[in-house]
């Protein structure tokens, strides 16, 4: 069964109880949220993973990709990203190569590491149509769905599905216009396709087969956003809410087999249209978690938008969105090394985090208000064991050493919170009067 089904009918997975431990929430609720669809844990049953929860009232995680490109294809560069991705907090992976060997290179990524693992499937597809037959227009229907079944055979946790990109999409998309077109790969691959053959998407004709495999393995569908915006002129239009209907509409279906779902959201954005698009995504589909990729909030900081999507991450966490997508500082330029994944992965968790203070600081700003002690107290061990990259903070101080040890370099000796601790908290109240 399915974590959904067990859900259903009452029953507390070993999953359910790490994820409620995680959270310090009581694991009934979890399993009511999980068993509604609120709740996901995607966790293959062909491998063993960390249980990651995604959905209403848990943290906000964060997902990190690696993959080769058709330019550069280095394993060794991809596991050390992963590594480096792991290192710096991301919740889970997602697989995404496009060059090389990409069945033993998803295979391997995921015998090494235990937190669950997404991808795109239409992407092996449309490579091998290219290599096969020279284009990817020419990819067979079957192979679309085989490749979906090797990839669960093989244990990803969560897969990126096409399925809503059908013809009336397309109408809509056609008839308003874009000026930065369409910009996900998969949807770009379907599209295509579709045009061509002059044919519905196999996607959505044949999602009844594709919920029999995902039932079969546990797989969670994250429901793909084709339609996202690849510039702020083009978000919240017409052809991304078509999709969304059709998204929510998949997703009831999906709960009628007890397939667990998450629903993506769009990429570029601006910021004063995500808590619109948070609502209209939790309305839609029936309060199935949200995955915003990105998001970018403004179209020209190249070199820098992880910091543009950090921005974003925050007011998706703090509207109600439950995982991100990073983006890195190659975003838009190339694809990123180690380093990148690194900033990556700290620039949209810290936006995330600073999202999910603000719904409820006691809950999850337990560590920012005990910060607030050891920031008083002058406790350097303290605050360090606090960070959320401890190493990384030692490490600045220790570059740029105080002569006394309980200050830093900023201010040294006028240091404001030592003062205020030698004369005003000492001071007598009625001084004052």
Known sequence: MTQMQEAKKGIITQAMK????????DVEYVRKMVAKGYIAIPDNNQ???????????LRTKVNATIGTSTDII??????????AAEEAGCDTLMELSIGGDLDYIRRTVLSQTKKPVGSVPIYQTAVESIEKNGSVIDMDADDMIKNIEKQAKDGIDFMAIHCSVNRETLKRLKRQGRKGGLVSRGGSFISSWMVHHDAENPLYENYDQILDIVEEYDVCLSMANAMRAGALTDSTDRAQIQELIVLGELVDKARERGVQTIVEGPGHIPINEIETNINIQK????NAPFYMLGPIVTDIAPAYDHIVSAIGAAQCARYGADFICYVTPAEHLALPDAQDVKD???ATKIGAHAGDIAIDMERFGEDDIKMADARKQLNWAEQYQLAMWPEDAKAIRDKRPPEADDTCTMCGNYCAVKIVSQWL?????????
């Open 283 to 286: 309305k839609m589909c029936n």
């Open 425 to 433: 908290d000492k001071a007598d109240i009625d001084v004052f009067d």
């Open 344 to 346: 990556g992965v700290i």
């Open 74 to 83: 280095d394993l060794d560069d991809e596991l050390t990203k992963a590594k």
């Open 18 to 25: 790490d994820v409620a431990k995680d959270e310090k929430l």
């Open 47 to 57: 491998r063993e993973t960390v249980a990651v929860g995604i959905g209403q009232n």
